[in-house]
């Protein structure tokens, strides 16, 4: 195993618009068995979290609410800090970008950049919009169709006096340093993705300042300007470790970071804004910044107006804390998007965590209690079958240093649940209740359960870092003392022959699937009622419910000839490619009989191309062509959805039918 080191890890500093759900807690219980994963093998560990708390967003919502914006935050990030606290999340910074100390740190650092010219006042035009809190230039909001790129949402023109950061300065310096430092963005695929996507075709300096809202830090040398709010958001990370302040002992202790983790969509900012930063400073890169993938619903994106309980708190009240990290920390490749299913979830907890795990522990308790009064045998008569189990059992720690080190967090899981597995299957090969029945099976029976136990012990000391009440309840079962828990203590043969085993509750209860799932059809049903009548918990009190479908205005009738002036096609979806600028795109060729066309399509969200290739749709074909994001789309594909567009489903023909046919 490598030597002991301080480590550094954060996560992204969450913006209190909203509660936060599983997606959110998805990031945070990854660093957060990371970071334990180093505390346990020694290392000098600094966990930092937080909320990304000015900007324009927040401002206006706290409008609507009819309070302060301060006040709007407050009881959202203390929302934040019991959320955290439910799911042990063992963070030993929290910043707020409201915190005094980081407020007069980032007017310190926009004040120095501007001194040496790296901050420049000139005028800003753009789109800006809202919701995303992006600004658009001129030529991307006309490739777009005249709304953001990102969302499809409305901009608005803004002309605006600002400070800007020269980026473009930097450019070529970052460039070299990508290149040099392989590892600096992970998963490798992300590297490539910035090169190509934004820092060879060139970077455009920045606007770090804005005058048109208040919630912000100001800049204290110009009044009535406020820090725009990638700078303030990224500075969190050294300012809560002291830079700019009296007291930088935490920074010089931990700075760089070894590894920001954040969500795909950010790792721009932190891989080209804060190294540029960085380096406008005059201080160290971080190690690296890895981008994991989003976890989404069946269908798309997660909201609790959509009804399926995505809700960590009551997801942790239902099935325990320890059943929705490990579900987190399992089930999707750390780096790849994932699905969240109510089904995939009890799958996990029956699978691995009630049969493989649980089942494993309390079968081997019990048959030491029963054939040796509880009492742990030493070890006897070995047998061929010993060997491959002990010798699993011994590698495994340093497959899962490497694997950690890898930040491959599944794979880890996966390699311990190998351990279990090959536990399960030694119960089989030996029939350790046969041993029990005949005087000459004793001897072997002490060997068998020894060898049980012990890899028990070890399992149970490598899933500290993942799962936060299981490892004690295992020791507490297997009568070993917890003390035994550091890493130091995973070598074979731990288990101190003579300890007294306690019989205790079944680790995961199995869940009745079909109860289960009856229960979560009636929840959503009870949820989408909510939602038809009530606000959705992304409204504020004080704003219109969206519009229940029912409650929309038909429109007005029309003649035949009206309809007929539209044509309704069948279309074969022959490829699809995703518009890389563009969040909501897709670009789709179509077959329309013997003619084939391109068409660009909103649907990337509920979408991947590989969804739709070889699917039949309907296309609105005489639809006078627009650009889209710089691709001339030739037509409109279909699509059912519902008020709030969190449903959507492309229309298409019960029966196959060729390509080109008239829908009428
Ligand atoms: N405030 C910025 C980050 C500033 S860091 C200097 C921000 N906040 S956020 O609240 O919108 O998102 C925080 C993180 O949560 C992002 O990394 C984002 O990817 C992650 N997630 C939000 N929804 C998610 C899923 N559905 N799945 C996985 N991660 C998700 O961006």
Not at 192 to 220: A, Y
Not at 319 to 329: K, P, Q, T
Not at 395 to 404: C, G, H, I, S, W
Request: charged share 25%; proline share 5%; glycine share 6%.
């Amino acid at each position: 195993m490598s030597e002991k080191k301080t480590f550094y890890i954060t996560t992204p500093i969450y913006y209190p618009s909203a509660s936060l759900h599983i997606g959110h807690a998805y990031s945070t219980v990854a660093t957060d068995a990371i970071a334990r994963y180093h505390r346990q093998r020694g290392d000098e560990t600094f966990f930092l979290t937080g909320s990304d708390e000015h900007g324009q967003k927040i401002e206006r919502k706290a409008k609507a609410a009819g309070v302060t914006p301060q006040e709007y935050v407050d009881p959202i990030v203390a929302g934040f800090k019991e959320l955290w606290k439910l799911l042990d999340i063992s963070y030993d910074g929290f910043i707020r970008t409201t915190d005094e100390h980081h407020v007069k740190a980032v007017q310190k650092m926009f004040k120095k950049l501007y001194d040496q010219g790296d901050i420049y006042k000139s005028k800003y035009t753009g789109h800006y919009c809202t919701p995303c809190e992006s600004f658009w230039l001129d030529r991307q909001i006309e490739d777009a169709g005249g709304v953001c790129p990102d969302c499809g949402g409305p901009v608005e023109l803004v002309e605006e006096e600002s400070y800007f950061f020269r980026l473009s300065k930097y450019a070529d310096r970052l460039i070299q340093y990508i290149k040099d430092n392989p590892t600096f963005i992970q998963p490798n695929s992300r590297t490539n993705e910035m090169l190509q996507n934004f820092l060879l075709p060139g970077l455009e300096d920045l606007c770090v300042s804005r005058t048109s809202f208040t919630w912000g830090i100001p800049v204290d040398f110009d009044g009535r300007h406020v820090v725009y709010v990638w700078l303030d958001a990224l500075s969190n990370y050294i300012t809560a470790l002291g830079w700019g302040s009296d007291d930088d002992s935490l920074y010089k202790k931990f700075w760089p970071a070894d590894v920001h983790i954040v969500g795909k969509e950010i790792v721009r900012f932190h891989t080209i804004i804060w190294p540029i930063m960085l380096m406008a400073l005059g201080e160290p890169l971080p190690k690296q910044v890895f981008g994991h993938g989003w976890l989404v619903l069946d269908g798309g994106k997660m909201s609790k107006s959509k009804g399926n309980v995505v809700d960590p708190v009551q997801l942790c009240a239902r099935y325990g804390v320890d059943a929705i990290r490990y579900f987190l920390l399992r089930e999707v490749p750390f780096g790849s998007d994932g699905t969240f299913s109510n089904e995939a979830l009890i799958a996990r907890i029956n699978t691995d965590l009630a049969n493989d795990l649980g089942n494993l522990l309390s079968r081997t308790v019990a048959m030491i209690d029963k054939y040796f009064a509880g009492r742990l045998p030493a070890p006897s008569v070995t047998a061929e079958e010993d060997a491959a189990l002990i010798a699993l059992a011994s590698e495994l720690p340093a497959k899962v240093d490497a694997l950690m080190n890898e930040l491959h967090i599944p794979d880890a899981l996966a390699e311990i649940w190998k351990l279990v597995c090959a536990c399960n299957k030694y119960i089989d090969v030996t029939a350790p209740w046969t041993l029990a029945k005949s005087e000459a099976g004793q001897e072997r029976l002490k060997t068998v359960l020894y060898n049980l136990a012990e890899s028990l012990r070890i399992v149970a000391i490598l899933l500290i870092p993942f799962l936060t009440s299981t490892p004690a309840n295992m020791f507490s079962q297997l009568g070993t003392a917890p003390a035994q828990s550091a890493l130091a203590a995973v070598a074979w043969g731990g288990s101190v022959p003579g300890s007294q085993v306690h019989k205790g509750d079944s680790l995961f209860p199995r869940i009745d699937v079909e109860a289960e799932l009856a229960y979560f059809g009636a929840e959503a049903d009870k949820a989408k009622t909510a939602a038809e009548s009530t606000p959705t918990a992304e409204t504020t009190p004080t704003a219109p419910a969206k519009a229940a479908h029912s409650e929309e205005q038909a429109p007005a009738e029309i003649e035949y000839d009206d309809f007929a002036k539209i044509d309704l096609r069948l279309a074969k979806v022959v490829a699809a490619e995703e518009i890389k600028k563009s969040k909501k795109l897709l670009k789709l060729t179509v077959e329309v009989g013997a003619e084939t066309r391109t068409v660009v399509s909103g649907i990337k969200q509920w979408y991947t191309p590989d969804d739709l290739v070889g699917k039949t749709v309907v296309l609105v074909a005489n639809l006078k062509p627009v650009t889209l994001c710089g691709v001339e789309s030739h037509g409109m594909i279909l699509c059912a959805s519902d008020a709030a567009d969190e449903n959507l489903s492309a229309l298409t023909t019960l029966a196959p039918m060729e390509s080109g046919l008239k829908v009428r």
